[in-house]
C-alpha cells in the first residue's frame, strides 16, 4: 500500500509559477511510475506528466516546456513546476502512484490561474 499527498496548489495570476509536491510513504516497488494528472470542471483527468524511478520523464505534448516533473528518491517526494501558467491550466491537480497493475491516487489539490 502506498499513500499520496498533494500539496502546493492555490491561486496564481496568468504567467504566474507554482511548484507541486506529492508526498508519498508505504511500501515501493522497486520500478514504479510517479505522475501528475489534472481534472478541470466539466473535462476528463489527463495526463501530465510521468516519470520513472530512473528519472525517465513524459510529458502531455501540449505542456512540454512550461512543466517539469522531478523526483527526490531519498525523501519519496514528486514535483511539478509549473511555469507560465495560463487559465486554462486550472484543474484539479492529483499525483498517481503506478506499479505494474497497482495504482493509487492522492486526494488532489486545486491550481486557479486568474487574475
Known amino acids: 500500500q502506498v499513500q499520496l499527498v498533494e500539496s502546493g496548489g492555490g491561486l496564481v495570476q496568468p504567467g504566474g509559477s507554482l511548484r507541486l509536491s506529492c508526498a508519498a510513504s508505504g511500501n515501493f516497488g522497486r520500478f514504479n511510475v510517479m505522475g501528475w494528472y489534472r481534472q478541470a470542471p466539466g473535462k476528463e483527468r489527463e495526463m501530465v506528466a510521468a516519470i520513472t524511478m530512473i528519472g525517465n520523464a513524459h510529458y502531455a505534448d501540449a505542456l512540454k516546456g512550461r512543466f517539469t516533473i522531478s523526483r527526490d528518491s531519498a525523501k519519496n517526494t514528486t514535483y511539478l513546476q509549473m511555469d507560465n501558467l495560463k487559465p486554462e491550466d486550472t484543474a484539479v491537480y492529483y499525483c498517481?502512484?503506478?506499479?505494474?497493475?497497482?495504482?493509487?491516487w492522492g486526494q488532489g489539490t486545486q491550481v486557479t490561474v486568474s487574475s
Open positions: 498517481n502512484y503506478r506499479y505494474g497493475q497497482y495504482e493509487t
